[in-house]
Nanobody, 114 residues
């Protein structure tokens, strides 16, 4: 599985950004697709994920502000990030899980200014 992440950039607090994660092949063959993020000096943490059946999960810190969705025809997962906070500043990584194997895309930088 190959993953191509895009959509990061600079936003002001309260603003919005949308990340995209394009997957190779049929996205419905992937068990889980989602996003992690890593801020400087911190561990990489799960942000949001979508299961093959369509159910979603979010970190408590982003619930109500971030929305993960999937376009099956484009084999792409999106992360809509609203009401951004400076604490959301991090490198965001797309990941996929197929059976017991995990795959990672390149990171995309998100910077939120106050």
């Amino acid at each position: 599985v190959q993953l191509q992440a895009s959509g990061g950039g600079l936003a002001q607090a309260g603003g919005s950004l949308r990340l995209s994660c394009a997957t190779s092949g049929n996205i419905l063959s992937i068990n889980i697709v989602g996003w992690y993020r890593q801020a400087p000096g911190k561990q990489r943490d799960m942000v949001a994920r979508i299961i093959r059946g369509g159910s979603t999960g979010y970190a408590d810190s982003v619930k109500g502000r971030f929305t993960i969705s999937r376009d099956n025809a484009k084999n792409t997962v999106y992360l809509q990030m609203d009401a951004l906070e400076p604490e959301d500043t991090a490198i965001y990584y797309c990941y996929a899980q197929v059976a017991s194997s995990q795959y990672w895309g390149q990171g995309t930088q998100v910077t939120v200014s106050s």
